[in-house]
């Protein structure tokens, strides 16, 4: 492959991550959408303080729901931190990841949504199913990056090992959230420390290959 076309190919890539990226950045608006709409309570007469006090509930979804995808983002950047190219396959797999944050909005509504539908296990398996199918796919995003060495700059390979060790969190967090209901959505914070908890792991499952 010329120059020429090494430059056209990452050119083309790089439109696609745009595109990509866009659909992020308009999933996390749609989400706070619903809360800009609560403003016209006030009309009512309420204040603000108490505006808020009622509505806890679609608050707290709007940053949890804003966390986790930034968290996931996070994750799908340094996978494709050092890609430049792509086939049909990553391609594909990319597409139906963005799907997953485009969905989003839609099970976060229903946390927050009237008569306790936030509580009802369907409303859970909704929100967090989708969460760890989009973790899944990033894991089978990293093993086509390291499984074609075209698409790369470098020889630097992802890890699949966090994107599915996260899919694995959204999964236990889970089950935690139906087995006892009273934890509500709390489990979800297991995010915040499964990165660590794989790195952790990973590093010194490499520490003793090497040892032997």
Known sequence: MDAIQQEDRTRDFDRFLTFIDAIVAIAVTLLVLPLVDLVGELEKGISVQQLLEDNKAPIGAFFLSFLVISQVWLGQHRLLRNVIGTNELLTRLLLFWSLTIVVLPFPTALVAGPHDAGNEAITKVLYVGTMAVGAL?????????????????????????????????????????????ATSYWPLLLLMVSDRVISLVTSRSNFARRSH
């Open 137 to 181: 796919l990033l894991g089978l995003i990293a093993v086509v990056i390291s499984r074609h060495r075209e698409l790369r700059d470098s020889s630097e390979t992802p890890d699949p090992v966090h994107a599915f060790g996260t899919c694995a969190a959204f999964v236990l967090a889970l089950v935690v959230m139906l087995v006892v209901p």
